[in-house]
């Protein structure tokens, strides 16, 4: 199987929480990609996905008491 390298302009940070927060200040999207926490562009978002490239998406969940879980959801 041949590795291909991709390019992804992005800001990395060293929690899902921070990447999380970045976002929703500035805008962006926190993924997990390549064991790394960053925020990128939604249409960064849409090239890996159309490139078959393997990521997670993060989201934060508001439980009913009040409590933040982070979630992943898996692309490709």
Same mark, same amino acid.
């Not at 060293?14 to 790394?36: F, P």
């Not at 996905?49 to 969940?61: K, N, P, Y």
């Given at each position: 199987?041949?590795?291909r390298t991709?390019?992804?302009?992005?800001?990395?940070?060293?929690?899902?929480?921070?990447a /999380?927060?970045w976002?929703?200040?500035d805008?962006?999207?926190?993924?997990?990609?390549a064991?790394?926490?960053?925020?990128?562009?939604e249409s960064?978002?849409?090239r /890996?996905e159309?490139?078959?490239?393997e990521?997670?998406? /993060?989201? %934060?969940?508001?439980?009913p %008491?009040?409590q933040?879980r982070?979630?992943?959801?898996?692309?490709?």
């Amino acid at each position: 199987m041949a590795t291909r390298t991709i390019e992804v302009r992005g800001i990395e940070f060293k929690t899902g929480w921070e990447a /999380l927060q970045w976002c929703e200040a500035d805008g962006g999207r926190a993924v997990r990609l390549a064991g790394r926490n960053m925020v990128i562009a939604e249409s960064e978002v849409e090239r /890996l996905e159309a490139a078959g490239v393997e990521f997670a998406i /993060l989201g %934060d969940i508001v439980m009913p %008491d009040g409590q933040h879980r982070m979630v992943t959801i898996p692309i490709n």
